[in-house]
Nanobody, 124 residues
């Protein structure tokens, strides 16, 4: 069992930056590929970014490429999402995820554990 707790959400103006953190419980953090999904108001949840256990592979949604960076610190059981050049359309609840299988870590059905989410609001 893995529990995920997100932090770092908040309100920011367009063009600003935020860093989300997600701390995982348990001693098996290194076994999991980690990621972030988001759900914007009135929209379906969508993939944002993912990173494999060794940080050798990362994936990003086209909408955030070049602006967001995912990273992880296995010694701290923590995954991060650095978000720069934020846009109003980035407003959403951001969910941290853990996926055992790297091949499907960018898909909702491939996620084994979800955090409860943290709200990011970007104003124009």
């Amino acid at each position: 069992q893995v529990q995920l707790v997100e932090s770092g959400g908040g309100s920011v103006q367009a063009g600003g930056s935020l860093r989300l953190s997600c701390e995982a419980s348990g001693r098996t953090f290194i076994s999991y590929n980690m990621g972030w999904f988001r759900r914007a108001p009135g929209k379906e949840r969508e993939f944002v970014a993912a990173i494999n256990w060794s940080s050798s592979i990362t994936h990003y949604a086209d909408s955030v490429k070049g602006r967001f960076t995912i990273s992880r610190d296995n010694a701290k059981n923590t995954v991060y999402l650095q978000m720069n050049s934020l846009k109003p359309e980035d407003t959403a609840v951001y969910y941290c995820t853990a996926a055992y299988t790297s091949a499907t870590m960018t898909r909702e059905y491939g996620v084994d554990y979800w955090g409860k989410g943290t709200l990011v609001t970007v104003s124009s």
